[in-house]
């Protein structure tokens, strides 16, 4: 009994067992997220397999005088944060293939440019704010998630403009993936297998959505450059052989933390 109450009430927990059990709960972190079918996927190459929409569509906060997004911090200041813009461009570009409003490919396409301009030596974008829950992050970290959610918005850039420099920053974003932890990245050895750190802290975090996410984004890149199909495919037979860890036979675990 103590240990549910502690999970259900833990960061965001509490949100996703009201989606869960109820109705309808959600707040702005928290949407449900319609899954688009695989007939709608094969035929528009801008919707993303979840309807990100929401995320552009509902949000009410700001943006900076550049029209980029303004993540509304842990400690109530607004932020240019690399996850969170990336993720509003994704929604941005969700919102276009619904509605065919240009307003939103243009603010996709801020948000992406951002992401150009942002993007590290390596292929990494950097994240200063953190929330106090991980806060033996490095200064400056990355994302397995914020590396996702760029690549596949990128991807969506290049096919709406074919301006190459989108895909080259989403071929460098996939390449950071491969560099192991021990070495600035989000690659993290587990035995025979891996995951890629969503939060790469000192010890294994392991959240399956941010590793998910990237495992998507690789999917995508390799059907526009096929010399990623096997990264792709090596982080898929890597994600059956360790699904199993997050499975605690009702629910899933959020991490391999449990």
């Known amino acids: 009994g103590s240990f549910f109450i502690k999970i259900m009430?833990?960061?965001?927990?509490?949100i996703a067992a009201l989606q869960f059990f109820t109705d309808k709960i959600d707040d702005y972190w928290h949407i449900n997220f319609p899954i688009i079918s695989s007939k709608r996927l094969k035929n528009d190459k801008i919707i993303y397999p979840l309807d990100f929409s929401a995320k552009a569509t509902t949000y009410r906060g700001r943006f900076n005088s550049d029209k980029v997004y303004l993540f509304y911090g842990y400690n109530r200041k607004f932020h240019l944060h690399a996850l969170e813009i990336a993720n509003y461009s994704l929604g941005a570009w969700c919102a276009y293939a619904l509605t065919h409003e240009d307003k939103w490919k243009k603010s996709a396409l801020i948000n992406c440019d951002w992401l150009l301009k942002n993007q590290f030596s390596r292929g990494e974008w950097k994240i200063s704010h953190k929330n106090s829950i991980y806060g033996n992050l490095p200064e400056k970290w990355?994302?397995?998630?914020?590396?996702?959610?760029a690549i596949s918005s990128l991807i969506r850039a290049y096919r709406v403009t074919k301006n190459e420099s989108y895909l080259i920053a989403a071929t460098k974003a996939a390449d950071y993936l491969r560099i192991d932890i021990t070495k600035g990245g989000v690659k993290r050895i587990i035995g025979q297998n891996y995951i890629l750190e969503e939060y790469p802290t000192p010890s294994v975090n392991g959240v399956l959505n941010g590793y998910i996410t990237s495992v998507i984004a690789l999917y995508e890149l390799s059907s526009e450059d096929i010399t990623y199909n096997s990264q792709f495919k090596d982080n898929l037979r890597n994600l059956e052989r360790i699904i199993h860890q997050f499975d605690t036979g009702f629910w899933s675990y959020y991490n391999l933390r449990g």
């Open 9 to 14: 009430f833990s960061h965001g927990k509490h």
């Open 142 to 149: 990355t994302s397995s998630l914020a590396q996702g959610f």
